[in-house]
């Protein structure tokens, strides 16, 4: 099959007077984007390099975009729904892809509107508040202590010690804060003391679980959250425990909880779901992430994938496919013309 490979790459965002210090930290290196046509060749295809949504129109508008398969990682850059643009747009050209559909990518960006869905579900969430302004604060009652965090964003992005507050001064510079400084509202969750988990999962109605691991902060200094610095830094900052290592009957309840969220959003072909356990030990849905980062080297997933014996190659393989198999039970089931 011709690949095509649609991704928003660092290196051609171009930085805004107001933009966050983290306005970039979702977008993908060429070390990524290299790997991934590596990965996608090893498993026998052609590839062709598309970019973002805007290069993505561009080929359409000249008839110029000859691909049997999009492979999609495309992050987007503007608004709550940034996620599902790429979608959204080889929906409407008919071209198969791998990964969620437009309706899930923002779905999952939105994570008060997700949590919704988990809790219509049954897919134990943390207890939050949504934010959109400090005024809104003061009607609250609350119990302490609370994590805020910007409503949609991703990669920590946002999320720093602060995010951890224990008094109402506090809540409320830390909703300014993301008001101001990510221009969205505010997502206000009960804090989760206990362990944190990662899941990945592959498939579809079937879906199964990749593996878990358990995410360690090792750094006193990040106060056992995991930060966008302690991403970034997670060499130094993190350490990560391989799934077999876990206590079997909670990596059980923790892989259920996952798998049920993935069902809950109807992810497409693979995600990650984050998961915390709250005082008494039982796993909350903190999000799921159905455009989770790929890089070899670096992500959650790669990593999970290794402790499981996959490789790099391997795990891009897994999803494509998923991504193939459903595109082709999707063209038997439509009618004839």
Request: hydrophobic share 40%.
């Amino acid at each position: 099959m011709k690949v095509g490979l649609t991704y928003d790459l660092k290196d051609e965002y171009v930085p805004q007077p107001d933009d966050p210090p983290d306005a970039a930290t979702e977008l993908d290196t060429e070390e990524t984007i290299s790997a991934l046509e590596g990965a996608i060749r090893a498993n026998g295809h052609k590839t062709v390099r598309i970019g973002n949504a805007r290069h993505l129109l561009a080929l359409a508008m000249d008839d110029d975009l000859e691909v049997d398969l999009v492979f999609n990682i495309s992050e987007g850059l503007e608004g709550r729904s940034r996620e599902a643009q790429v979608p959204a747009i080889l929906d409407l050209l008919g071209i198969p892809y791998t990964g969620s559909d437009a309706l899930t990518m923002a779905l999952s960006l939105d994570k008060g509107m997700s949590k919704k869905v988990f809790r219509s579900e049954r897919v134990p969430p943390p207890d939050w508040f949504v934010a959109p302004s400090v005024a809104e604060v003061d009607q609250w009652e609350v119990e302490f202590p609370l994590f805020v965090k910007p409503i949609h964003e991703g990669t920590a992005k946002g999320v720093t010690t602060q995010s951890l507050v224990r008094d109402m001064r506090s809540l409320r510079r830390q909703v300014s804060r993301i008001l101001r400084t990510y221009r969205q509202p505010a997502l206000v969750e009960e804090y989760l003391p206990g362990r944190e988990f990662t899941t990945g999962i592959i498939g579809n109605g079937s879906a199964t679980v990749l593996g878990t691991m358990e995410v360690i902060i090792s750094d006193p200094t990040e106060d056992h959250i995991y930060t966008g610095t302690s991403k970034a830094e997670f060499e130094e900052k993190v350490l990560y425990k391989p799934g077999r290592e876990i206590e079997t009957a909670l990596r059980r309840k923790v892989e259920a909880v996952a798998v049920a969220a993935h069902r809950a959003l109807d992810c497409r072909d693979f995600s990650r779901v984050d998961i915390r356990c709250d005082s008494q030990g039982r796993p909350c849905c903190m999000e799921v992430n159905p455009l989770a980062g790929l890089n070899p080297r670096t992500s959650d997933l790669a990593f999970i994938a290794r402790f499981e014996g996959i490789t790099y190659e391997e795990l891009i393989g897994k999803i494509l496919t998923e991504a193939i198999g459903r595109s082709r039970r999707l063209v038997r089931r439509m009618p004839a013309t």
